[in-house]
């Protein structure tokens, strides 16, 4: 079989069940190295459990997970966060009773190398506001500031793909245009991005490429600008059939 | 120092070393209710070592603390797999196992307890319970105690960020039953005597408040805890006895409970982060280390 070539992040017919239900139904989703993907779907469309499935928070029922050419399908999550697959999980996701830098500091948990501190000067100086918290507690951060704090502390693991679930969810339109930006930025240095979003203007507008889930099941996969052509994208946010 | 105040401040250096044992699971989000059950089994070890075969002291209580990490590590194999109020239950259930043990166990005394041939003075005890101390400060420092609190506040994120969630709690659990086995052999060899009643669920019920109640997110919280809980109602027993006059003399014991029971309510509601948290710590220390949140 002619084989393209295989994608920084390869999954197969993947299906996630919680118990009878079925979560994620025989999803095929691939992102190339650089390459930003975005996820869209209504709530309960199984974008969450996709991006859980991916990184080892649950697992998979049937299919396969690639990443970086090796099957990671079984692989426990500490293991997918040392090949440098990380997930930015929705909502409050920061360490609250520790303080900015040692929230900074668990991103870089899994490494062994001796760059992490350089590496977390260089989050300081992207971030000068998170550099002007730095000793305090993380719980003191507006929600903006909170998102970035759980960004950089991803960006710490050194990471080849960041999934990222709905990472604009609940910031000022501000905030919002900042993330985006971010993200872009991150992209041009190299990283690749599974992006969940419901803000789907900015999603399709920074992605390459898009999936739309329905019910758990793919039903629309392309170029990012033939997807928001497509009214496939409506129709699966306003559920009609 | 009189034999009472010097009493004291043994019961007090157990009493942080238990708390110590106590806080390290509770500091990952695990309660543990059988603290004084760790304690009974490095009670009984070395009890059982120094009669029977006779040892030099430091190597009974490593003994003593061995086996009680050993079965803390088992137990914690299998019961972090249950969270919340089925963990609570789950170690509480184990202390009963322990004491079921002990009572119908002939070669441990049974109910009678056991008489420790071994002596150790005041001294030492205090020593160590000021290692246990510093060392568990020095260990909140390190890379696994980030872990540990990271593990406390927000499992999946811990997880998601590559730290072994379950083996930073199984660790946690073990160096808990270490600490409790030390305490427990330190505790035969002062008192000289060990029965299963003084390893109660009454005292880990105590274990635990001096951890929740002094105070989880910081390694102060314990040693405050502890040191309250072991003083007060020592005060009480003098204060009451002189507050009531004639008719106090039947009086005074009951009374202290009654008063403690009213300030430890007073405490959960008033505190119920504990009484040494991180935003007070940092404004008595009088820096910026842990502002208090702006409006």
Known sequence: MPHKREGLLEVTGLDVRYGRNMAVKSVDISVAEGQIVAVLGANGAGKTSLLRAIQGMVRAARGTIRFDGHDITTADTPARVRRGLVLVPEGRQIFVSLTVHDNLLMGAYTRRDTAVARDVDAIYERFPNLAQRRDMLASVLSGGEQQMLAISRALLAKPRLMMLDEPSLGLSPLFVQRMFDLIRTLNRDGLAVLLVEQNTGMALEAAARATILELGAVVLSGDAADVARSEMLTQAYLGAH | ???????????????????????????????????????????????????????????????????????????????????????????????????????????????????????????????????????????????????????????????????????????????????????????????????????????????????????TQTVWGPLIGAAFFTIVPELFRYVVANMGGASAGQLDTSWRFIILGIITVVMMVARPEGVVTRTGLGRLLGNRRAAPREA
């Open chain 2, 1 to 215: 120092m009189s034999g009472y105040l010097d009493g004291m401040a043994v019961i007090l250096a157990l009493n942080v070393i238990l708390a110590y044992a106590v806080f390290l699971p509770v500091a990952t989000g695990q309660l543990n209710l059988g603290g004084a059950a760790f304690q009974a089994v490095g009670a009984y070890a070395a009890a059982y070592i120094s009669t029977q075969y006779g040892a030099p002291l430091p190597v009974i209580l490593a003994v003593s603390a061995s086996v009680s990490g050993l079965i803390a590590f088992v137990l914690a194999l299998s019961i972090l797999r249950t969270k919340g109020v089925y963990l609570v239950l789950a170690t509480f259930a184990f202390a009963q196992f322990v004491s079921g043990v002990i009572i119908n166990v002939d070669a441990l005394g049974g109910a009678l307890g056991m008489t420790v041939p071994e002596h150790v003075g005041g001294g030492p005890i205090i020593v160590i319970a000021g290692v246990v101390l510093v060392g568990v400060m020095l260990l909140m420092q390190t890379r696994f105690g980030l872990a540990m609190r990271a593990t406390h506040d927000d499992d999946t994120v811990a997880e998601l960020m590559g730290i072994g969630v379950r083996r930073t709690r199984v660790a946690a659990f073990t160096l808990g039953g270490v600490l409790a086995g030390i305490a427990g052999g330190l505790y035969a060899f002062y008192f000289n005597f060990v029965e299963v009643q003084t390893f109660d669920s009454l005292s880990s019920i105590y274990l635990l408040l001096f951890v929740l109640l002094g105070g």
